[in-house]
């Protein structure tokens, strides 16, 4: 049975924007891309010293199981470069699962919904923009509200090519 999965998509290292198409083609290979988010340019939040993310969130119907979709995002990132050498710090192109489908997953390789969707704006803005009332299946909000929710700070703005925000 096929299900929505909704990706959050980073980069803040080479061409950002060209990280974020090739990883949305890549991950097009688990399935039929639904809706993908503009760009946004995002401040980088815990650690801070590092260039500016380009963010996007995508909907992706897929049939694989959460854990075997997340294996697939990790192999992606693998082959485009990413080197976990700073927790948090810059990275070619990272991949999360925030929500898949109704499920709830809580295992110690992964955990849907992402537990720290709820406090990111970089998340909250792109997937709003492509699933306004989408249900959190755990806090039973939609994704607006959660954004509205959200403390002040956090700067993200749309992306314009060209202009490079920070």
Same mark, same amino acid.
């Given at each position: ?35 993908v988010s503009s760009f946004y340019e995002t401040e980088p939040v815990e650690f801070t010293d590092q260039p500016w ?18 294996? $697939? *995002? ?5 082959? +485009?470069? &990413?080197? @976990?050498? =700073? ?5 070619? !192109? ?14 110690? $390789? *992964? ?5 720290? +969707?709820? &406090?990111? @704006?970089? =998340? ?5 923009? !492509? ?15 959660? *954004? ?19």
């Amino acid at each position: 049975m096929n299900a929505i999965a909704y990706l959050s998509l980073g980069s803040n290292l080479g061409n950002r924007e060209q990280n974020l198409r090739e990883a949305i083609r890549r991950a097009s290979a688990f399935g039929r891309i639904v809706a993908v988010s503009s760009f946004y340019e995002t401040e980088p939040v815990e650690f801070t010293d590092q260039p500016w993310f380009l963010n996007c969130v995508i909907a992706l119907e897929t049939m694989a199981q959460p854990a075997q979709l997340m294996a $697939e *995002l990790l192999r992606i990132e693998h082959v +485009m470069g &990413r080197q @976990r050498v =700073v927790k948090k710090g810059p990275r070619s !192109i990272d991949i999360d699962i925030l929500l898949f489908g109704d499920a709830v997953v809580n295992t110690p $390789e *992964l955990t849907v919904p992402h537990p720290e +969707m709820t &406090r990111r @704006r970089f =998340v909250l803005e792109p997937l709003a923009e !492509i699933a306004p009332e989408l249900l959190h299946p755990v806090l039973q909000k939609t994704v607006t509200l959660l *954004l509205t929710e959200l403390a002040p700070g956090q700067r993200v703005q749309k992306y314009e090519p060209g202009i490079r925000a920070g």
